[in-house]
């Protein structure tokens, strides 16, 4: 079997890829990250300004650099629309993540440029279809969003999807969508896939970007408090269900509306700022502990889940 490209399994605590997220992630939580032996991320679009990227690499490169096999990874929009595109892709042939997870387009647009370097491409999928075509497209790693995911969530649950998409992609699987304990990171291993993408276990950490008032909520939020609605930006996301609303939305009657544009991302970025993202295992969140922390909890319940049923499984089906 050869190594699957991206991240050096290995030198993890635990298969956790710390999902990235909009106004949320930044390098601290990226370098934290890794620090507590996991893979840390963030979304491009993050940085305000090029400027502002340039320097989040820059601390992400030096504060990872005395970590012997650590891996990072960014997002990044591959949309027509998105118009730092070109510049950021520069960027990430200089800086060089383990990995580059593409959301909203082909993969195909960043991987001569990722493979030059030695990185891997994932690309983000909600569906089988899109799932095939980002195969056939040649990436080299796919992340199922699933169901119950914060964010820009999936519609399917991971018990079909993952089956579906290995009955013609061998390479490695990431799962999100309300991965919020280290049995749920057990569970995706056993399902067969490598990795899972923690999102919402995180946010409320010190680390994170987010104000105390999010904060506060997604400690006291549980499974019920989760609204998902395309209502707010057009396509489906998990909110929670207070914030929507404090912004004035009822969430009785939401209403389906918008498009998908980022062409102003790093603009006021409404509604995201006063609409927090959460996804259906928020009730884990049960204060604003370190992410040093958390990751503990996380890989003390992984260890407490079980053997290694994923190579188990890989050695099975001979991939
Ligand atoms: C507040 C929030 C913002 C997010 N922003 C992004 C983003 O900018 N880019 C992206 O690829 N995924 C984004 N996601 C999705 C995550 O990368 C990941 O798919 C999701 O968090 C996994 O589900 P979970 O939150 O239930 O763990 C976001 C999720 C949340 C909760």
């Not at 929507?244 to 603009?267: K, M, N």
Request: negative net charge.
């Amino acid at each position: 079997m050869t190594t699957p490209p991206g991240p050096a399994r290995d030198a993890l605590r635990a298969p956790v890829i710390v999902a990235p997220m909009f106004l949320v992630s930044g390098p601290e939580f990226v370098i934290e990250s890794c620090r507590a032996g996991l893979v840390g991320s963030f979304p491009t679009q993050n940085a305000r300004t090029f400027e502002d990227l340039v320097d989040w690499f820059d601390r992400i490169r030096a504060g990872v650099a005395d970590l012997p096999g650590a891996s990072w990874a960014i997002s990044m929009i591959v949309h027509r629309s998105y118009e730092r595109f070109a510049a950021e892709l520069e960027l990430v042939q200089e800086y060089r993540p383990d990995v580059v997870v593409t959301a909203l387009g082909p993969p195909s647009r960043v991987l001569d440029e990722v493979h030059g370097y030695g990185g891997a491409v994932y690309a983000d999928v909600m569906s089988v279809e899109h799932a095939r075509k980002a195969a056939d497209a040649g990436a080299d790693g796919l992340v199922l969003v699933c169901h119950g995911a914060g964010g820009h969530t999936g519609r399917l649950s991971p018990f079909a999807f993952v089956d579906e998409v290995r009955r013609f992609f061998d390479g490695p699987l990431v799962v999100g969508g309300a991965v919020s304990t280290g049995r749920a990171v057990r569970a995706v291993e056993v399902l067969g896939a490598d990795y899972a993408y923690m999102g919402t276990r995180f946010i409320a950490c010190p680390e994170s970007l987010v104000n105390d008032r999010y904060r506060d909520m997604l400690v006291r939020s549980e499974l019920g408090d989760v609204t998902a609605t395309a209502a707010v930006t057009g396509v489906l996301c998990s909110w929670l269900t207070e914030s929507l609303t404090d912004a004035g939305y009822d969430p009785e009657s939401l209403a389906e509306a918008g498009r998908i544009d980022f062409s102003d991302v790093h603009g006021e970025h409404k509604p995201w700022k006063d609409i927090f993202g959460a996804g259906q295992g928020v009730g884990e969140i049960d204060s604003a502990a370190s992410l040093a922390d958390v990751a503990d909890r996380i890989v003390e319940e992984y260890r407490a889940a079980g053997g290694h049923v994923a190579q188990q499984r890989r050695a099975e089906v001979g991939v």
